[in-house]
């Protein structure tokens, strides 16, 4: 399995992004799926989780701010990110929300900053 992120950037406090995760070599609309995110120095987090039917669930720092979507045409996984702030800076990832684990990809690095 192959998970490409994409999307980040850096971008001033308040500002948007939008994340991109293309998935490769696997029934990608089968597996539930989440995005996470490791700050330095810091464990890497679950911060958004999407079911194979569309489900969502957010951990409570981005809730209200961040959006988890799906194509499973494109297997592609995206994440919008409104209202960002100076701590949701970390190198950002995706994988499928599970205990097993795929292998993880390069991440995408998203900094908050003026």
């Known amino acids: 399995v192959q998970l490409q992120a994409s999307g980040g950037g850096l971008v001033q406090p308040g500002g948007s992004l939008r994340l991109s995760c293309k998935v490769s070599?696997?029934?990608?609309?089968?597996?539930?799926m989440g995005w996470y995110r490791q700050a330095p120095g810091k464990q890497r987090d679950l911060v958004a989780r999407?079911?194979?039917?569309?489900?969502?669930i957010y951990s409570d720092s981005v809730k209200g701010r961040f959006t988890i979507s799906r194509d499973n045409v494109w297997r592609t996984l995206y994440l919008q990110m409104n209202g960002l702030k100076p701590e949701d800076t970390a190198v950002y990832y995706c994988?499928?929300?599970?205990?097993?684990?795929w292998g993880w990809g390069q991440g995408t690095q998203v900094t908050v900053s003026s």
């Open positions: 999407i079911t194979h039917d569309g489900g969502t």
């Open positions: 994988n499928r929300f599970t205990s097993d684990l």
């Open positions: 070599g696997t029934n990608f609309r089968l597996h539930n």
